[in-house]
């Protein structure tokens, strides 16, 4: 793994994860140590979505984050989704320990895997887990478990499944917008896109079922514009 900082456009650092062989393969191991200082401000994103190959052995990938936020530090962790290939094996841990009147924007989300190619939910094992502290004190634990003996019907039509936290006192302004926005929708019948959203204390949590990536992406961008002024310019503009 390697880490590339383009110049900043504004007041934020912007940082993307890469890997010389486009995905993780017979059981790579990636780490991520995260520390933001008092005030500061940093972006962190992938180049493109994190591909997981299968493998003869059967040997599990995984990817761990550790990110400390003190005083008023802001960070949008925001990757591009995880596509795990039949009969891979991936394992997820993140955490992230904010400090007083910290902010984090948290994107965590998966496709079913190569759909186009009758790939759907067919990895053998997806295990993922966020976990958020503040001042110690865990206030989210968010953890995904799928395998292909039962996320065919626990996923149905849906193709990618997302996960959007907004957190802390610096986005807590557009938390309550998100909520009022999922609230006041009227539910279709089987709609292309689903989204369900949870009041935390200083933030929300929106949920994301799509048919497919692209729905889902758009949903999501329609909830980060805030950011541009945030980051001094919008990481998706040219990317999505």
Known sequence: MK??????RGPSVWAYTSNFGGGLVAGDETALV?????????YVGTQSSTKVYR????????????????????????????????????????????ANDAGLVLLDWF????????????????????????LGERVVADPVRLCSATAPTQ?????????????GAPFQPPAEALL????????????????????????????IAGEDVESVRQEIHAHLL???????????????
């Open 226 to 240: 805030f950011l541009r002024e945030v980051l001094g310019d919008d990481p998706w503009s040219r990317k999505w």
């Open 3 to 8: 880490l590339l900082t383009p110049v900043a």
């Open 111 to 134: 496709t079913s895997g190569r759909a186009a190619r009758g790939e759907r939910w067919n990895f053998a094992h997806l295990d993922s887990r966020n976990d958020v502290f503040v």
């Open 55 to 98: 493998n003869p052995a059967g040997l599990a990938c995984s990817h761990s984050t550790r990110a400390t936020l003190a005083a008023g530090a802001r960070l949008v962790f925001a990757p591009e989704p995880v596509q795990a290939f039949a009969n891979s094996r991936y394992v997820q841990r993140q955490e992230f320990h904010l």
């Open 180 to 207: 009022q926005s999922v609230a006041g929708r009227a539910v279709p019948r089987n709609p292309r896109l689903a989204c369900s959203a949870s009041p935390l204390r200083q933030g929300a949590l929106l949920r």
């Open 34 to 42: 995260l520390a933001l200082g008092a005030g500061s401000c940093c």
């Open 155 to 167: 996923m149905g039509r849906f193709n990618c499944l997302a996960s959007l936290l907004l957190l």
